[in-house]
């Protein structure tokens, strides 16, 4: 039985990765595809929404990781998005607060992956 539900979706042409319950053990592969999935569809960098997450365990924090590793070789980023307080706490405990670029809101992630965007080369 799974314990997280997820949704992928676009917020002003950004993918976004809504996670709701707990990640642990048992959804790290089905929540690692489509992470995966959706870097596939919409680019090297995501956002994940982490305002439904009232959980994450070591083996959700190294899913994180991995794809965070992954999107950024590709020229990417992975981006944390409105985490609660226990799982804020996680990260802050683990470090990983300081690897993750995390944002108070999808919307502020958002706003920060459209500045991060490289401009598109003047045509000659």
């Known amino acids: 039985m799974f314990n997280i539900d997820l949704s992928v979706g676009d917020f002003d042409g950004h993918a976004v990765v809504a996670l709701r319950g707990e990640l642990d053990l048992l959804d790290t592969s089905d929540v690692a595809s489509h992470l995966i999935a959706a870097v596939a569809a919409y680019g090297p960098s995501i956002i994940v ?47 990983l607060i300081d690897v993750f670029s995390v944002y108070p809101s999808v919307k502020q992630a958002v706003r920060a992956a459209k500045l991060a965007r490289p401009l598109p080369a003047p045509a000659v």
Do not use: H, N
């Open 49 to 95: 929404d982490l305002a439904g997450l009232r959980f994450i365990d070591s083996c959700g924090l190294g899913v994180l990781v991995r794809v965070l590793r992954w999107t950024r070789e590709s020229g990417g980023d992975l981006s944390l998005a409105a985490p609660r307080r226990q799982v804020r706490q996680v990260l802050g405990i683990t470090g």
